[in-house]
């Protein structure tokens, strides 16, 4: 498929006494969105840093269009990032802040106005950030990514502080931009959020990629997307697939 993709292979971090990521393996492909879903504590923000290059992982590799982060010739025009929301000072207007953004991605000062179109931010451009709402915030988090027209857009836990209808506003918004042939990767651990809004599913639990596959191969001969869920994210579960196909990884477990 041409279009820029996430590998990942391999990858393992230890923080001091936890194996906080064990050898995780999974892609994500350019025209669809990937949710990659796991229990609190699973392993998700670490995976996505060390995509993103800010942790070193001990062993591995995360690809962005067959290159790590760090050998990317145009980082911020390559991938978009929302990692967390408190990054914008509280003092600065949301254009000062995505207009500083343009001026360190090197992206042309007009693109602030550009991305806060889309973002459902325009009216908000001359207000302080200290001002901004949870979800205002989170709006604006993902207009920064989108700065520099990115292929791939990473996104963790972005629906964290949205509302019902910025929940289903965002779902809408990647699934145009994934369709557009480019890759979304996003975190959830919450089921329900990813169950209407990817292509693919990713899953990790307790640091381990445990499936792999498309959504409709995750719920395939009626097993609900609950009961899959939990198969694949609890200690008594079975370790057999939800459908036929798919990809369960076999032997994780002690
Ligand atoms: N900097 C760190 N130092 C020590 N331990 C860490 C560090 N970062 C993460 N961990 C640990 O690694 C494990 C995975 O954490 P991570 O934040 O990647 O999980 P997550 O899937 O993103 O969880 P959540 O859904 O709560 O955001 C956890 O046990 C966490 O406590
Ligand atoms: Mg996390």
């Known amino acids: 498929m041409s279009?820029?993709?996430?590998?990942?292979?391999?990858?393992?971090?230890?923080?001091?006494?936890?194996?906080?990521?064990?050898?995780?393996?999974?892609?994500?492909?350019?025209?669809?969105?990937?949710?990659?879903?796991?229990?609190?504590?699973?392993?998700?923000?670490t995976t996505l840093r060390m995509l993103l290059g800010l942790t070193r992982p001990d062993a591995g590799t995360a690809l962005i269009g067959g290159v790590p982060y760090r050998d990317l010739d145009d980082p911020s025009g390559t991938v978009g990032a929302v990692l967390d929301i408190a990054g914008a000072h509280p003092a600065m207007t949301a254009r000062g802040h995505l207009r500083a953004y343009c001026a360190l991605g090197g992206h042309a000062a007009a693109n602030a106005e550009r991305v806060a179109e889309p973002t459902g931010i325009s009216a908000y451009l001359d207000r302080r950030v200290g001002s901004f709402s949870t979800g205002m915030r989170q709006r604006l988090s993902l207009a920064t990514a989108l700065l520099g027209d990115p292929a791939v857009l990473v996104l963790d836990e972005p629906s964290n502080g949205l509302d019902p209808a910025g929940i289903v506003w965002l779902r809408t918004f990647l699934r145009e931009y994934a369709a557009s042939g480019r890759t979304v990767l996003l975190s959830s651990h919450v089921l329900t959020e990813l169950q209407y809004g990817v292509d693919d599913l990713v899953l990790i639990d307790r640091g381990r990629v445990t499936w792999e596959g498309s959504l409709a191969e995750f719920t395939a001969h009626g097993t609900s997307l609950e009961e899959a869920f939990l198969r694949f994210t609890s200690d008594a579960a079975p370790r057999t697939a939800p459908g036929a196909s798919g990809a369960p990884i076999e032997g994780v477990r002690a």
């Open 3 to 45: 279009g820029t993709g996430v590998e990942v292979a391999g990858l393992a971090k230890r923080f001091a006494g936890v194996d906080a990521v064990r050898d995780a393996t999974f892609n994500a492909h350019p025209g669809r969105v990937t949710g990659f879903l796991g229990p609190n504590g699973a392993g998700k923000s």
